[in-house]
């Protein structure tokens, strides 16, 4: 079964400064998806990125980016110029390809200081 | 783009009695639908797939006879939880993917609390 581990229960960043946020997974699958989701107070889930594992190139959107490191089966998040907005519960998640569930790690606190 | 409508978002209810969860997919078809569980400060946890037309199909350990799931349309499924118990108090989520690009949409979840 895939395993998804972040390492880092709490992180904090400085307005405006960037981040990283770790996240390594298990699987002997070839093909598959990996996601980074922010989960607000409002609990809501909220897609961040996601990116293809046949995709060499990283994903990017807006202040958001990835490392995506396939040997390694590693997929940090990078949030740059962080916001106050960005204060949140961030999972990573994997999923096989087909009609499959989402696995989530437990997921990394990151608070944002004004 | 894709939305997943969870009701109610807040429920409180007493020991022994049932309460039922809807997801409903307002502007696509959700042949598969997926139930997690999310305590306090915790992950995400897989209870049960829920597939259109045919039986759920439920994680180690999640009691089929208690958490009862109904995908009985394209656009709506529901979860019922059977003669509640406090341990039973969570917050529920619903998941459906919606074939565009995001790939998975949730529902805005429901916070169960059994008293």
């Known amino acids: 079964a895939q395993t998804v581990t972040q390492s880092q229960p709490e992180m904090s960043v400085q307005e405006a400064e960037t981040v990283t946020l770790s996240c390594t997974y298990d699987t002997s699958e070839s093909d598959y998806y990996l996601f980074w989701y922010k989960q607000p107070p409002s609990r809501q889930m909220i897609l961040v990125i996601r990116?293809?594992?046949?995709?060499?190139q990283n994903a990017t959107e807006n202040r958001f980016s990835v490392n995506f490191q396939k040997a390694a089966k590693s997929f940090s998040l990078k949030i740059s110029d962080s916001q106050l907005g960005d204060a949140a519960m961030y999972f990573c998640?994997?999923?096989?390809?087909?009609?499959?569930?989402?696995?989530f790690g437990k997921g990394t606190r990151l608070s944002v200081i004004a | 783009g894709a939305v997943v409508s969870q009701h109610p978002s807040r429920v409180i209810c007493k020991s022994g009695t049932s309460v039922k969860i809807e997801c409903r997919s307002l502007d696509f078809q959700a042949t598969t639908m997926f139930w997690y569980r999310q305590f306090p400060k915790q992950s995400l946890m897989l209870m049960a797939t829920?597939?259109?037309?045919?039986?759920?199909?439920?994680e180690q350990g999640v009691e089929k006879d208690k958490f009862l799931i109904n995908h009985a349309s394209l656009t709506l499924s529901t979860l019922t939880v059977t003669s509640a118990h406090p341990e039973d108090s969570s917050f529920y989520i619903c998941s459906a993917r919606d074939n565009g690009v995001r790939g998975y949409t949730f529902g805005s979840g429901t916070r169960l609390t059994v008293v």
């Open positions: 829920s597939n259109e037309g045919s039986k759920a199909t439920y």
């Open positions: 998640a994997y999923r096989s390809t087909g009609n499959t569930p989402l696995v």
């Open positions: 990116q293809e594992a046949y995709k060499q």
